[in-house]
Nanobody, 113 residues
């Protein structure tokens, strides 16, 4: 399984960004898709995840601001990030689970005035 993430960039506090991740390869095995992030000097943490059955889970710090969605027909997962804060600055990683864990390359999100 290969994951290709896109959509990061620099925004000011309060702005929005949408991250996208395209999955290819042996995608029939994938159940969970989601996003992690890693800020400088910190451990990688779960941001949001979505199962193929539609269940979602969010980190407390992003609840109400971020929304994860999937387009199973297109093998895509998205992360809509609203009301961004400086503490959301991190490298965001797309991931997938299906027996094994798969990771995409990171995309940098910087929130700064």
């Amino acid at each position: 399984v290969q994951l290709q993430a896109s959509g990061g960039g620099w925004v000011q506090p309060g702005w929005s960004l949408r991250l996208s991740c395209a999955a290819s390869g042996s995608i029939s095995s994938i159940n969970v898709m989601g996003w992690y992030r890693q800020a400088p000097g910190k451990q990688r943490e779960l941001v949001a995840r979505s199962t193929s059955g539609g269940s979602t889970r969010y980190a407390d710090s992003v609840k109400g601001r971020f929304t994860i969605s999937r387009d199973n027909a297109k093998n895509m997962v998205y992360l809509q990030m609203n009301s961004l804060k400086p503490e959301d600055t991190a490298v965001y990683y797309c991931y997938a689970e299906g027996g094994l864990a798969y990771w995409g390359q990171g995309t940098q999100v910087t929130v700064s005035s």
